[in-house]
């Protein structure tokens, strides 16, 4: 295949999966919280911010997108790999490979929304387990920061721009 | 700083006819934590009778309270309401005695309670009328399909009627079966309603018996037909009109019971809190003992309050009281409460560290140094010199309004307010006012640093950072130890990771040539020894130590790499400002014929995705910034095992006692 | 040369794509649906767990002295809408408004709860239903009022509202013909089993049910239901033998009363039943799981095994709210709202009724902290 189609599908991957994780995350938690809310509307603060716990995921993705649309040239001048050479392909296969890591660990988002949504349930039940549930969360997002920082060492050194 | 307050052991002896003032006394000043006595030579106290009145008052106070709060006009609430909330003027009360205050508070219901109570009770009854009224309609709506008179519906001498539903499928095999066991002796009425049917079925008196349990096999939902006349149509208008009267009446005691709210409720906040008080120090009872003629208490207080202290209680008992202060014996380690002690600019901070649990009273107290870096981490993962100046301000006026609260929201704008300062020193640092808006207008601002193009500067950055601050936790891990005379604790779970970052950090820098190779290899090698050496002393099976060595290390290392975290959300703030920039920027030159719209939706998406960008990344930083101290820095040395001191302390926000001392 | 390169950089690449995608939908699909149907409900009970009475407000409550303070005391709970409206106050009436309370919280976790285990709580109701019935049928052969020992909570209350009422046998075998009840009903008129086999028998089928459905889910749902099932029929199992050994009865009796099922084998249970007397079944019981409730309860067992009953209620009650930490987005956080929502309202009918009887808050208090 072209080298732009590993490159546009790394930048899709990256904010498509991780967008798509967040969202699930966020909906996870969301009900968790509606739930939180129905019984008691003193709920609503703790609940909102634990919600938007998982929604970080896809703000990785979403600047891992740029990035590689900054780093090949799709975003201000043209595409920059688009002979089919191997140096290209490989700079591409980078490109694609930096994607999927944000994109894959951004799937995290769900795991965190599910550790959000049982945080929401612990806080409704006892407020002070507020902050212990927000770094219970916190703790799932470890991996997407990885992948972040794995992504952004191979886009700069392996591509640079 | 650094040392939990300095806390003393109190004895109090007196006589039985001075506690409830020498009780009262401490309740208000608030500075002592009672302790349990366990003494076998006298019996525990318990609460006297107006002790127990006193919690069946603040009950009874508190649902008059929370029926009168329903009507009571609301003074300000939204925003305004939460950043500067209204200070509630504080009653005197003149304390003399518990048993003057229950009889006035008795005086004071007598009168009170009755009417509040009558016009609850008459809402109440009036409110359960109306939805009474209400079920009756729906019942009759339903009867309607059959149009016949409701007084038909109703049994008479000889004949028993049922009202009521059975599933479609079954009706027939009902009146099949009812007809059967009564000898076709039936009449009944039908109609297809919802899935089911409705039917009335009219049977003699003395059938009753036997239609009944046929009835309970088909399941067979009765309904109660209302005591109404006529047609259910008009009966459903008759009724209708009942509930608009009912409503009015309704309405003419709910504006009763707000001028009931507008006289009693301030009163009855006032007096439920002083009942409330009593209730706490009747609880506190159980916790001293007594004889016939005295009593004694024990607990701990900060050494500072002492002097104080042992002149109010002079002065109330008159000089007949025996007192006994001492320094905690290195026995009740476990036992003393502890109190952070930190100076006013950084008190606050200790709300994040009491969050985890404040150290035990020979331990360091982390807050001095978690304030300081807590905030440069939050500034570091926000890095932006406007997002800074929004918090700041915001925090500024949430800290201006909340002063004299001093409640959590005080203490948390605080925090935000120097979070707020090192993002905006980091913003200037690193050149971002609303992420990359000045360059992209075509305005060069100074940046010693693009967060962006110099991701992997920022990287090796963070991980300094974090390799410094680890080194900070088991130093201090280290120094506490020594001091309290756990060197072997010391050297085999701090020192070894010492030496290592030492190691680490002289090995980097020989990469550039600043120390020799050596050097680096001197702190590290004896740091792997004495790290291996710790991680074989436990008592696990061998293979388990060989394996936790491996997991420890490597916990290390992941530890170490979190702080990769920094350069990330550091990275996603500039990167979202970024895409909301350009998104300005591609919509910024629409015109539609002579109306520059673009300028007019950029602002808009400028504003809105800018405070979006704040407020999502402040959370971030917030969490992450926590995280970083609560799992990684305090994981290197901090137990968080002590006792919060919690002193037995008054609750006032409406009232204020004096007291005769 | 070239050429193969590329083909291969993109083979490769394609191939992994496919698999890691492949791997990941079905991951990701998976956890969804297994965490995603409890968010909503579990968060809500959570909210719900916070208004659970605490020990305080029960001995407030104790204090009333009076049935009306009684629901005074209330009027700030969840019960409130229920006793409000009552006409008399007295402890019968407020029997019918507590199980009103508890019929619709079963209603609303029938209503929240994920599908796939919604049936578990139905089979739970019908539970109420084989209680009243047992005792509604108990009651009339004692040739006593049967309407002061049902509940008006189940999946049939009306029909156990004519049974209670019914005046011949027959008329109630009238109102359980087309129910699974119904043969079980006919062996006991035909005097084919007595009653207390009458009410063996519709446990060992409610308890079959239950178990069935509990085998029939997946992964952490089918071990909690498991647990609880098992627990179950061990607490009857086991004071079933104790009861008999009370009585004197023999292993033969027992055996016939005996459900399948439960933690405990039915090898050590029939080893059970074949003991002298309480004092060497407890004794045998010290090496299975439930050596800490003999232990603690001990006296108490061997003077009333009622005591035991309740000591093994409230470890049933605790066991589920040790799964609800261990499984927070699982079946086990309704499970364990329920049986502690049955508990309070246990203990508030307890309450309503002592203090009609005119008992002494003290002894109210006691008797009420006993319950499970």
Redesign the interface.
């Known amino acids: 295949m072209e080298p732009i189609v590993y490159v546009a599908l790394g930048a899709a991957l990256a904010a498509g999966i991780a967008g798509a994780a967040s969202s699930f995350g966020v909906g996870i938690a969301g009900a968790a919280a509606a739930g939180a809310v129905a019984e008691d509307e003193k709920n609503f603060r703790n609940a909102l911010v634990l919600q938007g716990l998982p929604m970080t995921q896809s703000i990785y993705g979403l600047i891992t997108l740029f990035l590689i649309a900054l780093v090949s040239g799709i975003l201000g001048g043209g595409f920059k790999f688009a002979e089919p050479t191997t140096g290209n392909l490989i700079k591409a296969a980078i490109l694609l490979g930096a994607g999927l890591t944000v994109g894959l660990t951004g799937l995290s988002a769900i795991p965190q929304g599910i550790i959000a949504s049982a945080g929401i349930g612990a806080v409704s039940k006892n407020p002070k387990t507020f902050t212990q549930a927000i770094i219970f969360a916190a703790m799932a997002e470890t991996m997407a920061i990885f992948g972040l920082v794995g992504a952004l060492i191979l886009i700069i050194t392996g591509v640079g721009f | 700083m650094f040392k939990p307050e300095e806390m003393a052991k109190i004895e109090v002896l007196s006589l039985n006819r001075y506690k409830d003032s020498i009780l009262t006394y401490l309740h208000e000043e608030g500075v002592l934590e009672i302790r349990e006595i366990d003494g076998e030579f006298a019996q525990k106290d318990a609460p006297n009778e107006f002790y127990r009145k006193a919690a069946?008052y603040s009950?009874s106070l508190s649902?008059l309270v929370?029926f009168l709060k329903g009507y009571k006009e609301q003074a300000k609430g939204g925003i305004k309401g939460f950043i500067f909330p209204e200070l509630k003027p504080k009653k005197k009360y003149r304390y003399e005695g518990i048993e003057k205050l229950i009889k006035e508070i008795e005086s004071f219901l007598e009168n009170a309670e009755p009417e509040i109570k009558s016009v609850e009770s008459k809402i109440?009854s009036l409110s359960?009328e109306i939805?009474r009224l209400k079920t009756e309609i729906e019942i009759l709506e339903l009867l309607s399909t059959l149009d016949i008179e409701v007084e038909y519906l109703k049994p008479t001498k000889n004949l028993e009627i049922v009202v009521g539903f059975v599933e479609k499928d079954k009706f027939l095999p009902l009146i099949e079966e009812l007809k059967k066991a009564l000898n076709d002796k039936l009449a009944y009425v039908s109609r297809d309603l919802k899935g089911k049917v409705l039917v009335v079925i009219a049977l003699l008196k003395k059938d009753y018996?036997k239609a009944?349990?046929?009835?309970?096999?088909y399941?067979?939902?009765?309904i109660e037909v209302p005591e109404v006349k006529g047609k259910p149509k008009d009966a459903i208008k008759e009724l209708q009109k009942e509930i608009t009267k009912l409503n009015e009446e309704l309405e003419a005691t709910k504006k009763e019971a707000k001028v009931l709210a507008e006289k009693y409720h301030d009163e009855l906040v006032f007096y439920q809190e002083l009942m409330e008080n009593e209730r706490e120090k009747a609880n506190m009872l159980s916790n001293l003992i007594r004889t016939n003629m005295t009593f004694a208490l024990t607990g701990w207080l900060p050494k500072k309050d002492v002097p104080k202290i042992m002149e109010g209680l002079n002065k109330i008992s008159h000089g007949k009281i025996y007192v006994n202060i001492r320094p905690p014996t290195p026995e009740e380690l476990d036992e003393i409460p502890v109190k952070l002690k930190n100076p006013k600019f950084i008190e606050s901070f200790e709300m994040l560290t009491e969050?985890f649990g404040v150290p035990k009273y020979n331990e360091l107290d982390p807050t001095p140094i978690l304030a300081f870096t807590y905030s440069f981490f939050f500034g570091f993962m926000l890095t932006d010199f406007m997002y800074g100046l929004i918090i700041a301000i915001v925090a500024a006026l949430l800290a201006m309004g909340h002063k004299k609260l001093n409640d959590g929201v005080y203490k948390f704008s605080n925090i935000l307010l120097w979070s707020a300062f090192f993002t905006m020193v980091m913003g200037i640092l690193f050149g971002s006012y609303f992420g990359d808006a000045f360059q992209r207008a075509g305005i060069n601002v100074p940046a010693l640093l693009d967060p962006?193009?110099g991701?992997?500067v920022v990287?090796g950055l963070a991980l300094a950072i974090g390799l410094l601050h680890l080194f900070i936790g088991y130093t201090l891990g280290f120094i506490v130890k020594i001091k309290n005379k756990e060197t072997a604790n010391a050297v085999l779970e701090q020192l070894p990771w010492m030496l290592i970052i030492l190691g680490v950090i002289s090995l980097a820098l020989s990469m550039p040539g600043f120390t020799s190779i050596t050097l680096g290899e001197a702190f590290l090698l004896p740091g792997i020894v004495l790290f291996v050496i710790s991680e074989i002393r436990s008592d696990l099976p061998i293979l388990m130590r060989l394996l936790m060595t491996i997991s420890d290390f490597f916990g290390f290392i992941g530890n170490w790499?979190?702080y990769?975290?920094l350069?990330?959300?550091a990275?996603?703030t500039a990167?979202?400002a970024?895409?909301v920039n350009?998104i300005v920027a591609m919509i910024w030159g629409i015109r539609i014929g002579p109306v520059p719209l673009g300028i007019a939706v950029g602002l808009v998406v400028f504003i809105g995705g800018h405070i979006f960008s704040t407020a999502?990344n402040a959370?971030?930083a917030f969490?992450?910034a926590?995280?970083l101290h609560?799992?990684e820095f305090f994981g290197t040395f901090y137990s968080g095992e002590g006792k919060k001191f919690e002193p037995f302390k008054a609750k006032r926000e409406v009232s204020e006692l004096e007291l005769e001392i | 040369m070239r050429e193969v390169e590329v083909s291969t950089i993109t083979a490769i690449l394609d191939t992994s794509l496919a698999v890691i995608f492949t791997w990941v939908a079905y991951k990701t699909g998976q956890i969804l649906w297994k965490y995603t149907p409890y968010s909503y409900p579990n968060a809500r009970i959570r909210a719900m767990e916070a208004r659970f009475f605490t020990e305080q407000k029960f001995n407030e409550l104790a204090e009333s002295k009076t049935l009306n303070n009684f629901v005074m005391n209330l009027e700030d709970t969840d019960y409130k809408p229920y006793l409000t409206a009552l006409p008399v106050l007295n402890s019968e009436n407020i029997d019918r408004a507590l199980d009103k309370a508890l019929a619709d919280i079963y209603g609303l976790l029938l209503k929240i709860l994920p599908k796939r285990t919604r049936g578990f709580f139905k089979l739970l109701l019908e539970e109420w239903d084989i209680r009243n019935i047992s005792s509604a049928v108990k009651a009339k052969l004692r040739g006593e009022v049967a309407r002061d020992y049902i509940n008006e909570i189940g999946t049939m209350v009306e029909k156990v509202k004519a049974i209670a009422e019914a005046k011949s046998f027959e008329e109630i075998l009238v109102i359980l013909e087309g129910t699974e009840y119904e043969e079980a009903y006919q062996k006991l008129l035909l005097k084919e089993i007595a009653p207390e086999e009458f009410e063996t028998e519709l446990y060992k089928n409610h308890y079959l049910k239950l178990s069935k459905y509990a085998a029939s889910r997946k992964d952490e749902e089918r071990i909690i239901l498991e647990e609880f099932v098992s627990l179950k029929i061990d607490k009857i199992n086991l004071s079933t033998i104790l009861r008999g050994k009370a009585h004197g009865l023999g292993a033969e009796k027992l055996r016939n009363s005996l459900i399948p099922g439960g933690k405990i084998k039915r090898k050590s249970l029939e080893t059970l039943a074949n003991m002298e007397d309480v004092e060497m079944v407890l004794a045998e019981l010290d090496s299975t799981e439930y050596s800490g409730i003999i232990r603690e309860y001990r006296e108490e067992i061997v003077e009333d095994i009622s005591a035991f009953e309740r000591a093994f209620d409230r470890y049933i009650l605790q066991r589920m709210a040790e799964l609800t930490r261990f499984y927070p987005l699982s079946i086990a956080v309704p499970l364990s709202y329920i049986l502690q929502k049955e508990s309070e309202i246990r203990k508030l009918k307890a309450i309503a009724k002592l203090i009609e009887d005119g008992v002494k808050p003290e002894i109210i208090k006691k008797a009420v902290g006993e319950l499970p």
Do not use: C, Q, W
């Open positions: 069946s009950i649902r929370d109440n359960t939805e018996d009944n349990p046929i009835l309970a096999k399941s067979f939902e009765r969050m962006m193009r991701a992997l990287l790499l979190s990769a975290r350069m990330a959300l990275l996603a990167g979202i970024m895409v350009i999502i959370l971030g969490v992450h926590l995280r609560y799992v």
